[in-house]
């Protein structure tokens, strides 16, 4: 663009070319700011003064401010100004340190009511049962879960039993606790039928020993388990018919089986624990759980998840069972554990043709 001046003489012009976009990519150019810096924006020009109300995302960060006040502050304004006739996509909420239940609960209401579908909350939140609209919502598809409680001992948040989520397919959850139903054991993921990818961190179940995780739909499950040995022992029971990935992270304190060999379904496998004072006591554990998962064909194991099997007495002079349709063998080298002789040998017995790959 050019313009004359008084004297004739031609001067170059910017072109504002970002602002001539239509708003549907101006969103989108704002989704991957934080709320702050989408409403920073709207100084830039008249055409960007309004364009955060009606954005999609929310990402609702407080490393952005310095005290909760100023934080709790500005996410009430942002739900007040916000254009309301426009619906939420994506609920990303973080705050590191703490953060007071009504706020949490307003901003869970907020976004359900304008038709989320995303939610990933990460805080530090002194709260034990979320608003019931969080576990009835028809178009939540991805809902992560991350709630630390401020005192180290207290009951962690609990999930409930009753769920209406026809349309989930991932669901995350860190430091939860399972309530067990009349039969005395939890179930709580039998009614999505949606559901593709599970993710249970560091998750408990209240007064009870068994957690069924029983779903017609769940491809990829991965369990994280603390580091500690637990009071008492669960059995963890699988009615997964359509498993594939399956992924655990911790120790092997607890009994892992499928309901009615449901476990052939599963090809990828990877398995992490750590070796520990009370690695020996459940080594059986982990025996186990490699002869209940016949037909993998990618088996991913750590090295000192090699030593703790090592732990089984005479173990190399066990027949396994499984394992024969083994394709691939990956070992992650974690210093400064390394890999037992003989090991290797063993899980290969029944698939001498797999290929091994030791990953440092």
């Known amino acids: 663009m050019k313009r004359k001046r008084d004297n004739d003489d031609e001067v170059e012009i910017e072109e504002d070319r970002l602002s001539e976009l239509p708003d549907c990519v101006l969103h989108n150019i704002l989704s991957f700011l934080s709320a702050k810096g989408a409403v920073e924006t709207s100084v830039l020009s008249p055409r960007w003064k309004y364009l955060w109300k009606r954005l999609p995302t929310l990402r609702l960060h407080s490393s952005h401010f310095r005290h909760l006040k100023q934080f709790t502050k500005f996410v009430s304004q942002i739900l007040s100004r916000r254009d309301g006739s426009t619906s939420i996509h994506t609920l990303n909420f973080h705050r590191q340190l703490l953060v007071e239940p009504q706020l949490l ?24 049962h979320f608003p019931p609209c969080l576990f009835s919502s028809h178009t939540l598809t991805s809902l992560k879960l991350a709630i630390v409680h401020p005192k180290i001992y207290a009951m ?3 999930f409930p039993n009753s769920l209406d989520l026809p349309s989930l397919t991932t669901l995350c959850l860190h430091l939860f606790a399972f309530s067990v139903g009349d039969d005395g054991r939890a179930e709580p993921f039998s009614t999505l039928k949606k559901l593709n990818t599970l993710i249970i961190d560091k998750c408990e179940v209240v007064d009870a020993q068994n957690l069924l995780i029983s779903n017609i739909t769940l491809v990829n499950l991965t369990i ?6 637990p009071n008492a022992c669960i059995e963890i029971e699988l009615s997964t018919p359509n498993l594939c990935t399956f ?3 911790g120790s092997p304190f607890h009994k892992f089986y499928g309901r009615k060999g449901n476990l052939s379904s599963i090809k990828h496998v990877a398995i992490d624990v750590k070796l520990m004072a009370s690695s020996k006591t459940y080594s059986k554990f982990l025996l186990d759980w490699l002869v209940e998962l016949a037909n993998v064909e990618l088996l991913t194991l750590s090295s000192p998840t090699l030593q703790v099997l090592f732990l089984v007495p005479n173990l190399l002079k066990v027949q396994l069972r499984s394992l024969s349709n083994m394709k691939s063998l990956k070992v992650i080298m974690k210093q400064p554990s390394s890999i037992p002789e003989g090991m290797v040998s063993f899980l290969l017995q029944n698939a001498p043709s797999a290929k091994v790959e030791i990953i440092d």
């Open 105 to 128: 609960k307003r901003v869970i209401n907020y976004a359900i009511s304008h038709d989320v579908q995303e939610i990933f909350i990460q805080v530090k939140c002194d709260i034990q």
């Open 156 to 158: 962690r948040a609990l």
């Open 224 to 229: 994280v388990i603390r580091d500690y040995p």
């Open 247 to 249: 992924c655990y992270i």
